[in-house]
């Protein structure tokens, strides 16, 4: 276990994982998140900027909560954030479905297909097994 000083209030506190605050100041951050995310229900047409200043949370805490697909805004809004990829305009998470197909495409070519292995599972698991009487 390691102590560290937290980034929002300063005090000392055993870190075990996650982002570098303490527990009290991380239940804080919880609340704000269940405050913001009825806001964007409530008010599903309201941008960015204007959901960070009623609720009194950073834009960019927003922003890191939409990236993490905690957060997300209705179909309806304007509000978007630009695809880690390519920068094209997304809902929610880091990339929009054209750069996640192609880093699927791009990782199964990472690992050539090797026939000759399957077709030797599949023979072993076709072999009939016998047990002694011992």
């Known amino acids: 276990m390691e102590v ?5 209030c300063k005090r000392l506190y055993n870190y075990l994982s996650g982002p570098p605050i303490c527990p009290a100041c991380k239940d804080r951050l919880e609340e704000k998140f269940q405050l913001v995310k009825d806001y964007v229900i409530e ?3 309201e941008g960015i900027a204007e959901v960070a200043e009623v609720n009194e949370v950073s834009v960019s805490q927003i922003k890191r909560w939409v990236r993490e697909e905690r957060l997300s805004f209705s179909p309806e809004s304007t509000v978007g954030i630009d695809c880690e990829g390519c920068g094209a305009t997304i809902r929610t998470g880091r990339y929009c479905e054209s750069c996640k197909k192609k880093m699927n495409i791009d990782f199964q070519s990472l690992y050539p297909k090797d026939e000759s292995y399957v077709q030797k599972k599949q023979k072993e698991a076709a072999r009939m097994r016998f047990l002694d009487d011992k």
């Open 43 to 45: 008010h599903p047409l």
């Open 4 to 8: 560290k000083t937290c980034k929002q």
